[in-house]
């Protein structure tokens, strides 16, 4: 059935005919099934409803009778639960994953009220998230929480109140005298969810592929007390008995009511903004990443509401959905493919990693091809093998990660996934370290790529900062012997000829390139540090190393023991380690020695403190967020960092219920969200300059 799915997942609609439509009514109740029965799906979610969509059409193409995308799939779950009948069937969403069909929506809510009589030039929108997890419904009579149940089909549900009662956001009792039926949905946090499968691994526990499935399986089972220990939450917003809700509080718009239901005491989407106008939805939606990303749990989309809750039944419903509300799906981020092969990756960390080759497969609009596999234990607990079809998740511009393995029988015989036992690169003896899961190989020193990846991380523009020298014009240079080294790149003025006769190389970029070699050479002691790639010795390390090097003989006799330098702020173990031996080494040595020769370092000196230490700024922790301009001139985060420092601040990186302030400028989005849900103070930037005295 997988590898039908497939098939059918390819095709265009154009290519559908009628004899497609029992295949594809095959495999819809096939991955019903799995989805809504047994939380074991085999394709993700943004697939199915490709393949809902493809036999939706056909079916609405040739009239066919008795539609099975008309039909309910989640019947034929066997349960221990009691089967309860609700007061009001569940109805689906219309679904959307572009933005003219959001703007074809709001035609048609126009063009249904005008058939009413009512011309409505500008209609009022909610927006929030749209979750997909586990359907709940919670009844409350006289004030107390007397039942829970979940669907079990779109009229019977399962009475699961025990389980329920475990969850602690629920409100258990309630300022409402009325009967009151909820309804929201369970989730479970990415972090418990991602906890959850460490432990199962560790286990040998069943390891769910999404965090809904965890939910789920999380609320059905029939020990309460694993529901308990979950950490699961219940996000209300919708209710059975809707009409009488709105009628006894004189509600009109579908906002007020979800403010009601929080006032109740009940959690609803922390995004629940109304529009005017669908182009402003719009703009929010495009916006809208930055703000997912604050978010502990997945949604995979934005739900759009007719606010007016009288115009809904004037615009009305279909069989399937109402015309009033559409989902806005986000583009994939999950999807299923095959694994072909696996290289083993060296890098300058002398770490090996596993990178899966996949079939090729495109996520929000990128055709991915490759995914790492972190280390080989993961392999291990994944128990992935060659050929295997995967869950693969790309977010934002992360690197894809596979996330599950889909059981497929037979898979048992499939290729076992190796460790390597000799470096891919100088065919040295891979090593493993201890209490570690890294394999490393040893032969840091005349290992090529570890040579290549280590110029390649010197030349970048956070450090040496060489504009015109990348990545691809690095390993070349290598292969042809124009370089050997990071002191040799300061050489390269000297190779013209060479240099001109690569049929990409012309006259303006090589004087670019030299100019841009000639400009590294006043690079500050601190990014110094960081270029040479010392394993543990970032920015904050090399903040405090530099206090270390007040003359050229400090680097070239290094002579500070491990229990000094792990008395230093910021430097303990491994890394002190990996210091000492980076100094003691001969051809480290060398290479320094040459580069003090070459580079117009300013070593360090005491700094004069500038600043009052008893002033009410000294020792404050800042964070920073937004794009920074100032009198039409563009400032720079490092400097701004530098005149936090030189102020007596102290940078942090994230905000946290430690951090004093959040300084912050335009386009300043995740951060600010988090700083004000914290109740840090935030700082504007010319605020800022006035505090510090500087125009």
């Not at 089909?153 to 602690?168: G, P």
């Not at 009967?179 to 972090?191: K, Y």
């Not at 206090?547 to 229990?563: M, T, V």
Request: proline letters at 2%; aromatic letters at 14%; glycine letters at 2%.
């Amino acid at each position: 059935m997988l590898e039908l799915s497939k098939k059918y997942l390819q095709k265009s609609e154009e290519e559908l005919v009628f004899e497609d439509i029992k295949e594809l009514q095959k495999l819809i109740k096939y991955h019903s099934d799995l989805y809504y029965n047994k939380q074991n799906p085999v394709i993700s979610d943004y697939e199915y409803d490709l393949l809902f969509k493809k036999l939706q059409k056909l079916e609405e193409k040739f009239w066919v009778k008795n539609a099975e995308t008309k039909k309910v799939w989640a019947e034929v779950f066997e349960s221990s639960f009691e089967k309860v009948e609700h007061s009001r069937p569940m109805i689906s969403l219309d679904n959307t994953y572009n933005e003219q069909d959001l703007i074809d929506f709001d035609e048609r809510v126009k063009k249904n009220l005008l058939k009413e009589n009512i011309f409505e030039e500008e209609i009022a929108y909610t927006l929030e998230f749209k979750f997909d997890w586990l359907w709940i419904e919670l009844i409350y009579k006289e004030w107390i929480l007397v039942q829970a149940i979940t669907r079990w089909n779109w009229i019977v549900w399962e009475d699961v109140t025990w389980n329920i009662f475990q969850i602690s956001n629920i409100p258990k009792r309630i300022s409402y005298k009325e009967h009151l039926e909820v309804r929201g949905e369970v989730v479970m946090p990415i972090s418990s969810f991602e906890k959850l499968n460490e432990e199962a691994k560790i286990s040998g526990k069943k390891i769910f592929s999404n965090p809904r499935n965890a939910a789920s399986w999380s609320v059905r089972m029939k020990d309460a007390n694993i529901t308990k220990q979950r950490n699961l939450k219940f996000f209300a917003y919708d209710l059975a008995n809707f009409s009488d809700f709105v009628e006894k509080n004189s509600l009109k718009k579908y906002f007020s009511v979800i403010q009601n239901l929080q006032n109740l005491g009940f959690e609803v989407s922390s995004y629940l903004k109304t529009f005017t106008w669908i182009e402003g939805i719009i703009s929010a939606i495009e916006n809208f990443w930055n703000v997912k990303k604050t978010i502990d749990f997945e949604i995979d989309g934005l739900v759009l509401k007719t606010d007016e809750i009288e115009l809904w039944e004037k615009i009305g419903w279909t069989e399937h959905h109402p015309k009033y509300a559409i989902a806005y799906k986000f583009p994939a981020e999950i999807l299923t493919t095959k694994v072909l092969s696996v290289e083993h990756s060296i890098g300058r960390t002398w770490t090996i990693t596993p990178v899966a080759n996949l079939e090729p497969i495109n996520i929000w609009w990128v055709i991915v091809k490759r995914a790492t596999l972190h280390n080989y234990e993961e392999i291990e607990k994944l128990w992935l093998r060659i050929w295997d079809t995967v869950f693969i998740k790309r977010a934002g511009e992360v690197i894809p990660k596979i996330i599950s393995v889909v059981e497929t029988e037979g898979r048992e015989e499939l290729e076992k996934i190796e460790i390597p036992k000799v470096c891919p690169s100088c065919k040295s003896e891979v090593l493993k370290d201890e209490d570690k899961v890294r394999y490393y190989c040893w032969n840091s020193f005349d290992c090529p790529t570890q040579h290549s990846e280590k110029i390649i991380f010197a030349v970048w523009k956070q450090w040496l900062n060489i504009d015109w020298l990348g990545e691809k014009q690095v390993e070349l240079f290598l292969e042809l012997g124009l370089i050997s080294s990071i002191p040799s790149i300061f050489d390269l003025k000297n190779k013209k000829d060479e240099i001109l006769s690569l049929e990409w190389f012309w006259e303006k970029s090589f004087q670019n390139l030299v100019d841009s070699i000639e400009k590294a050479k006043n690079i500050d002691l601190e990014r110094f540090l960081t270029s040479l790639w010392i394993p543990g010795v970032g920015k904050k390390t090399s903040k405090t190393l530099k206090k270390l090097f007040k003359s050229k003989d400090d680097f070239l006799n290094f002579s500070y023991s491990l229990e000094e330098l792990e008395d230093l702020k910021d430097i303990w173990g491994e890394t002190a380690k990996s210091i000492l031996e980076y100094f003691q080494n001969e051809a480290h040595k060398k290479i320094l020695s040459e580069m003090m020769d070459i580079l117009n370092l300013e070593f360090y000196k005491q700094e004069e403190k500038t600043f009052d230490e008893n002033s009410f700024f000294a020792g404050k922790k800042v964070c920073i967020t937004g794009s920074f301009e100032r009198n039409w001139e563009k400032i720079s985060r490092d400097k701004l960092v530098e005149i936090l420092e030189k102020n007596g601040w102290e940078f942090v990186s994230s905000v946290s219920k430690n951090t004093d302030f959040l300084l912050a400028w335009e386009k300043a989005w995740s951060k600010l969200e988090k700083a004000k849900s914290l109740s840090v103070e935030i700082i504007w930037l010319d605020e800022f300059f006035e505090k510090i005295g500087e125009e």
